[in-house]
């Protein structure tokens, strides 16, 4: 019924109104016969409508009307006109219903009035609170961007929440550049937050903000791919179809803008526009507070680093750590993005990256050295003048570390004109470095520079007082290890001993032994320890140890001179085929030899004799020691050879001078602790006994010469055939003895006869001469019945003479 009598719709309205005045008259013209004059009481209702719906001029006349059709229905009814016009009755109605028609018009327009003053308060309230509302939570982010601990963070928070605030699916910040009159990405909220603040305008380039900054009031762009805001090539980066431009600016200084996104075209209402004014301004002044903030914060920082550094100087007695300090300090405070020190090697030409250089990003990234003739950092260390460089793209002989990289700060820290090295910051943004950053970092490479000659010269004066400690120290040493070494009888003894002694003193060394008759060296020893020998070997793809070159590979003029190895790198090249530089840096650092060690490589000489070579490197042995080294290369030269005499001598004593092999005298004494440690541990131990068949003609026929050769060649073969851990001597004559611990009867049944059809099979060569030779073969194992090594070979050697009744060439077990 509310909705009935307070309608708007003029239509409804008249179409009430007409409704019931065409009502009405039906009734009228139904009942007038009935009820005659009273049906016109009826009439009072059109009039009442159409005066609530039209007011008193329009109820007056529908009044009106419904009186002349009250007369003329009376009048068809056979009422006189004359007299309905004369009748007081019809005077009186028409009156009173003219004035309740002009009664409840005035009624219906002072409510309507009302009505209507109640309805526009209402929605004065309402845009009055959604106002305050609007108010409300823009001093709540405005209080969350203040509270931030940096600037980044304020931005942030101002890009996301106005967002927010605004219903935007995405926000976009960006500070404005007076000079190149370019606005700045940095952050973004939504679909690009990782995207935008790598994005780089150029001058010219045709940006809302720019136009909004000119304006100094929001740009609304409903349709963002057809604005003349924006070039079309710029609208397609963004995923936005229309957007809404905040210019920030506080006190004629223009900061930035803030851009609102929206997904699809869409218009925007004047009291959005007053919106987006109110939050410019406030934005504006909180941006404005924070940049001040941020600017106090960085001076605060600045002041700190260059205090810190001022101390590091006092408190810190080594290189390393004062580069590494001085890195986490500016990196961390002023120069977040990519920063590090080089340090210049004049004699190289070289810059030397800094371990401790930093990268902005997690992703592990290998810093390479740079020549003096590249790049920013080469020029600014031949130069000595500091370099900052807005786009280093347009930069020609730029020599690119991090493609990420945009612009560029480098200064050469000197002192007193030398240079010692350079800085080097480096930004993702263009123009990222000023005037103030560039004086800032000249002022800490001085302190730096003043730092680092310090540590440098007390450092020289302790290098000089621990060299000399530790020349004594290593006098002391080699002569402890010569006394060890002395006390060996033999050579593999001699370097053993040598190895261990060098180990307990924190010296690594490979010796190899010299061949003079093949020219070949042999690498025959390493004290590595065996994690690290197995790195070497699989760097190598081969076997260190017995690893044989002859002396050309080494290229030498006077290989007899002890030498400090300034790059292990070329040696390790030079002597071992197949390799390449960068596998053998790695396999260097594997094995924890540092960049930067010298290794020493000492000839083993006696009388002028080159005996062998021995490297040598480890803990605190620089080139300062080649002298003592020298001297203790030469008692080992000694050691050696006395004990190569001592070791011929016994040889000549255990050994047959024909065959090499062992004599009957070592071959017994050897083969009884055998036989003996068989027996206690209950193990099999077998034996053959050997014999050329017809040897005696062989030696009637092509001399005694050619037959010595056969018989070398004999035990060649056999020696060659069987086991390490087996002994091989000569019986006597052209009988051999081999002694098999852990040999039961199949198996020494299966290695005689496999020896002997080698022997069969493959005729030996002497001179030009190709003699086929055979052998008879006896084998015994050990038994409950042989209690001594001479019992044993006793039944090999029957069991060898039965092979020869049978027919020669054959093997025969003894039972």
């Keep these: 019924m509310h909705k009935f009598f307070y309608s708007d719709n003029k239509s409804i309205r008249f179409f009430i109104a007409i409704l ?22 009826l009439s009072t209702i059109p009039v009442i409508v159409a005066a609530w719906f039209f007011g008193s001029s329009h109820g007056m006349v529908i009044a ?9 229905m009376l009048s068809l009814d056979g009422y006189s006109l004359v007299s309905l016009f004369n009748s ?208 106090e914060r960085k001076q605060v920082k600045q002041l700190t680093a260059l205090h810190d ?116 910051a480096e930004s993702t943004k263009r123009d990222a470095f000023t005037e103030e950053d560039e004086r800032l970092l000249i002022t800490l490479a001085g302190q730096i520079a003043t730092a680092l000659e310090q540590i440098r010269k007390a450092q020289a004066e302790r290098k000089w007082l621990d060299q000399l400690a530790h020349s004594n120290d290593l006098i002391y040493a080699l002569a402890q290890i010569t006394t060890h070494v002395e006390k060996a009888f033999t050579i593999d003894d001699i370097i ?27 690498i025959n020893y390493t004290s590595m320890s065996p994690e690290f020998l197995e790195i070497v070997e699989n ?40 390799t390449r530089r960068q596998g053998i840096s790695m396999i260097l650092k594997e094995i924890g030899v540092e960049p930067g060690t010298e290794p020493l490589r000492l000839p083993l000489i006696f009388e002028e004799n080159l005996l062998g070579i021995l490297w040598i490197w480890g803990k605190g042995l620089t080139r300062a020691d080649l002298p003592i080294m020298s001297i ?26 024909l065959t090499g092999l062992q004599n009957r005298r070592s071959l017994f ?34 001399g005694h010469l050619i037959g010595d050769h056969v018989l070398q060649e004999f035990a060649k073969r056999c020696k060659n055939s069987v086991r390490e851990i087996d002994l091989v001597g000569r019986y006597g004559g052209e009988e051999l003895i081999i002694l098999m611990p852990e040999t039961d009867r199949p198996t020494s049944m299966d290695i005689a006869e496999r020896l002997r059809h080698s022997i069969a099979c493959t005729p030996i060569r002497v001179f030009d001469k190709e003699i086929s030779v055979t052998a008879s073969i006896g084998v015994a194992t050990q038994d409950e019945n042989t209690s001594d090594l001479e019992t044993l070979i006793a039944r090999a050697d029957q069991a060898m003479y039965i092979a020869k009744h049978k027919g020669r060439n054959r093997v025969a077990m003894s039972k």
């Design 496 to 522: 053993r001993n040598l190895g261990v002694e060098l180990s307990k003193i924190d010296l690594t060394c490979i010796l190899a032994v010299y061949d003079k008759e093949r020219g070949l060296f042999t």
């Design 64 to 72: 009106i009307l419904m009186v002349l059709a009250n007369i003329s």
């Design 669 to 702: 004494e050897l083969g009884r602790v055998e036989f003996v440690r068989a027996q206690r541990l209950q193990r099999p131990f077998g034996c053959m006994m050997l014999d050329l068949d017809h040897f005696k003609q062989i030696n009637d026929q092509y």
């Design 539 to 578: 760097g190598l793809e081969y076997p260190l140890i017995k690893y044989t070159f002859s002396r050309d590979r080494l290229k030498l003029e006077n290989i007899l001179y002890p030498t400090a190895l300034s790059n292990i790198e070329d040696e390790i090249e030079m002597l071992f085929y197949d």
């Design 88 to 295: 007081p009755d019809t005077l009186i109605g028409a009156t009173a219903l003219v004035f309740i028609g002009w009664v409840v018009g005035k009624l219906g327009y002072i409510i309507q009035e009302r009505r209507e003053a109640i309805a526009k308060l209402e929605q004065y309230e309402r845009e009055r609170q959604t106002h305050m509302d609007f108010l409300e939570q823009l001093n709540a982010i405005t209080g969350n961007a203040l509270e931030a601990d940096n600037l980044q963070s304020t931005l942030e928070i101002l890009t996301e929440q106005i967002a927010v605030l605004f219903k935007a699916e995405d926000g976009f910040f960006a500070f404005w550049n007076d000079d190149r009159k370019l606005p700045v990405p940095m952050v973004a909220y939504g679909s690009m937050n990782e995207v935008y603040p790598s994005i780089q305008f150029e001058p010219g380039d045709h940006v809302p903000s720019t136009f909004a900054i000119e304006a100094e009031h929001p740009i609304a762009i409903p349709d963002l791919l057809n604005s003349p805001y924006i070039a079309p090539k710029i609208a397609a980066i963004y995923p936005s179809r229309s957007m809404l431009v905040i210019p920030l600016i506080a006190q004629n200084r223009r900061l930035g803008s803030v851009l609102l996104g929206y997904s699809e075209n869409r218009s925007f209402e004047e009291n959005e526009l007053e919106r987006a004014q109110i939050a410019a301004d406030q934005v504006a002044s909180v941006l404005s507070k924070s940049l001040l903030l941020e600017e």
């Design 309 to 424: 550094i001022a101390l590091l100087a006092i408190n810190v007695d080594n290189e390393d750590t004062l580069i590494n300090r001085v890195t986490d300090i500016i990196g961390q405070n002023l120069f977040p993005d990519n920063f590090g020190i080089f340090l210049l090697d004049e004699q190289a030409g070289i810059l030397h990256v800094h371990p401790s250089y930093r990268f902005f990003s997690a992703e592990e990234r290998h810093m390479r050295d740079v020549p003096l003739d590249k790049g920013i950092t080469g020029l600014v260390a031949r130069t000595g003048k500091a370099q900052r460089v807005g786009d280093v793209r347009q930069v020609d002989d730029y020599f690119n570390i991090d493609d990420r990289t945009i612009s560029e700060l480098c200064v050469p820290i000197k002192f007193k004109e030398h240079i010692l090295g350079v800085i080097n």
């Design 20 to 41: 019931l005045y065409t009502f009405y008259i039906a009734i009228s013209f139904v009942y007038i016969y009935q009820a005659g004059i009273a049906v016109a009481a």
């Design 632 to 657: 203790f290369a030469k008692q080992i030269g000694i050691s050696l050879e006395r004990a190569r005499l001592f070791q011929e001598v016994q040889s000549l004593a255990l050994t047959d001078p």
